[in-house]
């Protein structure tokens, strides 16, 4: 493990106890510098790989916003600062950034899963507004069409972490020739096409829609439930470490 406590003080967690607000004032702020900002969510597992990948940990340096995503990462802030953070997952915000986007005519683009659930994707949303929202929709197994996204839209990428991470470093000066506002949505498009089945309120009101998902998907997601074990010991060593001094909340 690496020590990143440099790093991390140039990241800007965002807490809040409105969703919808935050929401709101990240869309606001992205039309009002008239520049690009990219959104970038880390669960627990992301944090554990930025103490092992100093390449991960410059790609979510480069995002003008970080929301904690789940209640390991939740627990984690707990353990080192002894505060609580909001869960603003990208399954719960998705819906709002796509709601106060559409309702400002702001064009929308989603790039990633497969054809079948990207197109899904598509007309899920089309039923639930009674008319077209997106502006244009790709696989993520193809080269996006540059052509195909406005400038000033908003592109949400469902690859997965870190590759959607990745992707967004590698496309960085395209990004901010297009004055685009990027969101990485993780596995958000495949809820959304109905590939995948959220958990029950219930289970996520005790918190455990991590063990929902890895019983339903756990090839997907063993890998990160390893890198969770270290929630025992990692985020009491960074207590040790003083993070708190160098982590930065901000609140919306």
């Known amino acids: 493990m ?12 965002i807490d809040s106890d409105s969703p919808q607000i935050v929401a709101k004032q990240i869309i606001a702020d992205w039309k009002a510098k008239k520049s690009s900002s990219i959104v970038h969510y880390m669960y627990y597992a992301s944090y554990v790989l930025l103490h092992q990948n100093r390449a991960i940990l410059k790609d979510y340096l480069l995002a003008d916003y970080i929301l904690v995503d789940g209640i390991g990462m939740q627990i984690c802030f707990k353990i080192i600062t002894g505060n609580k953070i909001a869960n603003l997952n990208g399954t719960d915000m998705s819906p709002l950034f796509i709601r106060g986007l559409f309702e400002q005519q702001i064009p929308i683009v989603f790039y990633g899963t497969t054809a079948e659930n990207i197109q899904a994707c598509n007309d899920q949303l089309t039923a639930e507004y009674k008319q077209e929202v997106l502006e244009y929709f790709q696989d993520g197994y193809s080269p996006l069409d540059f052509n195909k996204v406005p400038e000033n839209s908003a592109l949400f990428i469902g690859m997965g972490s870190p590759r959607q991470e990745q992707w967004v470093t590698e496309h960085l000066d ?13 596995g958000y498009f495949d809820f959304l096409s109905g590939f995948y089945i959220r958990a029950p309120k219930w289970v996520r009101t005790i918190k455990m829609e991590w063990a929902w998902r890895t019983i339903l998907h756990p090839s997907r997601h063993y890998q990160k439930r390893l890198r969770d074990m270290s929630i025992f010991f990692l985020p009491l060593i960074h207590r040790l470490k003083k993070y708190k001094n160098y982590i930065q909340i901000k609140k919306l």
């Open 174 to 186: 395209w990004i901010k020739e297009k004055k685009l506002l990027v969101f990485t949505v993780g």
């Open 2 to 13: 690496i020590d990143i406590r440099q790093e991390i003080a140039q990241v800007a967690f």
